[in-house]
């Protein structure tokens, strides 16, 4: 079956250490993305990439990281310099080109960071 | 992107029509309305999407007022299933670029026996 995949489903850290999320897709989409969701809250992307070894930072980067080595793969790094890493991180891939982007969104990780 | 308004609530009996509004009253002519839904604790699912013309398909229907500056994401026979957030998102679709989605809080829609 083609899909998104994020593990693990749930992770804690403690505070100062970094942290990397897995993103695995095999839609062959070119475009992935990160976005973070807090309680109540709407998504906001933190970074996207439109194609391999290319990246840009969304909304709310600082304080991640992101690399994008293989289309298929789209891991992000939560460093210790994100003050508030507690949340739940979504990735989500789309086709780059197209009538219309719909993008394909993975279950989802959520981070407790303690 | 332009921005969107949403009811922060709703309530629909399950086996009705639910009716969910959005306004986009600045949305500029080449700009998509998209309507996506997030079950609890998961990743977001797109529902369907529209320029100006009413859409349908097997999920929802899509109704744009003929002014583009709201439309209303209707689904026909509502299921306990259906209990989720919906989010309405106005974007500009450009080929050849990664598609950004800005998403507001949305609408909780909560179906009952």
């Known amino acids: 079956d083609g899909g998104i995949t994020q593990s693990p489903k749930y992770l804690f850290r403690k505070e100062g250490q970094n942290v990397t999320l897995s993103c695995e897709q095999n839609?062959?989409?070119?475009?992935m993305y990160w976005y973070r969701q807090d309680p109540g809250q709407g998504l906001r992307l933190i970074y996207y990439?439109?194609?391999?070894?290319?990246?840009q930072k969304g909304d709310i980067a600082e304080g991640y990281s992101v690399s994008r080595e293989k289309k298929e793969s789209f891991p992000l790094t939560v460093t210790s310099a994100q003050k508030n890493p507690t949340a739940f991180y979504l990735c989500?891939?789309?086709?780059?080109?197209?009538?219309?982007?719909?993008?394909?969104f993975g279950p989802g990780t959520r981070l407790t960071v303690l | 992107d332009a921005k969107t308004t949403q009811p922060p609530s709703m309530d629909c009996a399950e086996g009705r029509a639910a009716n969910l509004p959005c306004n986009h009253s600045?949305?500029?002519?080449?700009?998509?309305v998209y309507w996506y839904r997030q079950i609890h604790s998961q990743g977001p699912q797109y529902i369907i999407h529209?320029?100006?013309n009413n859409e349908t398909n097997e999920m929802a229907s899509l109704i744009i007022t003929e002014d583009r500056k709201s439309s209303t994401l209707i689904l026909p026979h509502a299921t306990l299933r259906d209990t989720a957030v919906y989010y309405c998102?106005?974007?500009?679709?450009?080929?050849?670029?990664?598609?950004?989605?800005?998403f507001g809080t949305g609408t909780r829609l909560q179906v009952t026996l």
């Open positions: 989500a891939s789309s086709i780059r080109q197209g009538s219309y982007n719909e993008q394909f």
């Open positions: 839609l062959n989409h070119d475009a």
């Open positions: 990439s439109q194609i391999v070894n290319d990246f």
């Open positions: 600045t949305i500029s002519g080449n700009e998509y």
């Open positions: 529209g320029l100006k």
């Open positions: 998102i106005v974007r500009v679709i450009a080929t050849g670029t990664a598609s950004k989605l800005t």
